[in-house]
């Protein structure tokens, strides 16, 4: 294989890893949006529904269509569930305390399915086979393709929801102002609840694609929900179309110096940009001077 062939192969590989962090990414702005934290257990969601598609597929031999489905759900329960049992009774907490409890929740999300399924990897099979699919002396998964598919459309689905449904619109107001929108009758807690549901949904769906790539464990959310946190703050807090472009070039950065440098920096890669963007520019690089909650959409 040419040099020209290799860094096509780093790019494709960039881009299918820069797709699951921006999926991650996704997830902590919707959250953001509508309540001002961070949602430290975003990258448990995703490790719930790889963990919840192998265990309906392979162990209960549901077909993966109907497995990934109740996965999906099930993860949005969860999700619906933390946020009615751990964030609504608290009357006007901290951001701090709200930060805490995300991560008490992913603690307990890392115990609970450490308990169930214990610390082995777990394998799902590939949508579409394992052919791979060859491009100019490079290869690339069919998976990948889904991946990307997936991801296409979540943009879409989120820009055409909140551009065009009232639920959508009162969730924007949300974010906007608060109160404001309470005062015009919209039921912030109701914003928030769904706000939730939509990051776990999105959370376990991104768990039921990628895990043909990447395997999936207990602990399989931690590292990669790190990642999409830091795209999330390459992008913009708070900018999903900025989350998906900062997600997919830290991953390109993170093949490219895997392949070109040493697989040793991989995983430094994101912590490297987050500890640089929060020094010399905390608002993200796609960010504007003053901050537009979902003005991507």
């Not at 991104?206 to 929900?225: E, K, M």
């Not at 110096?257 to 963007?277: E, Q």
């Amino acid at each position: 294989m040419n040099f020209a062939s290799q860094l096509l192969q780093y790019t494709l590989s960039g881009i299918t890893i820069g797709s699951i962090y921006a999926m991650v990414a996704i997830g902590f702005n919707i959250i953001y949006n509508s309540t001002g934290i961070i949602n430290f257990a975003q990258g448990d969601f995703l490790m719930l529904g790889g963990m919840l598609v192998v265990y309906f597929h392979k162990t209960l031999h549901f077909p993966l269509l109907i497995a990934g489905f109740i996965a999906v759900l099930i993860v949005g329960g969860i999700g619906i569930g933390f946020e009615r049992l751990a964030i609504h009774p608290l009357k006007n907490p901290s951001v701090i305390t709200l930060i805490i409890i995300t991560i008490a929740a992913s603690i307990l999300f890392k115990g609970g399915a450490m308990f169930i399924w214990g610390k082995d990897s777990f394998y799902l099979a590939s949508f579409s086979g394992d052919e791979p699919i060859r491009l100019m002396g490079a290869t690339i998964l069919p998976q990948t393709l889904w991946i990307l598919a997936f991801l296409f459309l979540i943009v879409i689905a989120l820009m055409c929801f909140f551009r065009f449904t009232i639920i959508g619109k009162a969730m924007k107001a949300c974010a906007y102002n608060r109160k404001a929108a309470s005062i015009v009758g919209i039921n912030v807690n109701n914003m928030v609840l769904i706000s939730f549901a939509l990051s776990a949904l999105i959370g376990g769906l991104a768990g039921v694609i990628v895990t043909p790539i990447t395997l999936v464990d207990y602990d399989r959310g931690s590292l990669l929900g790190l990642k999409g946190f830091g795209a999330a703050i390459f992008g913009g807090l708070g900018n999903i179309g900025g989350a998906v472009a900062a997600g997919i070039i830290i991953g390109l950065l993170e093949s490219y110096s895997a392949g070109l440098l040493s697989s040793g920096y991989k995983d430094a890669v994101a912590l490297i940009i987050l500890l640089m963007v929060l020094f010399f520019r905390p608002g993200g690089i796609f960010a504007k001077k003053e901050v537009q909650i979902l003005k991507s959409f």
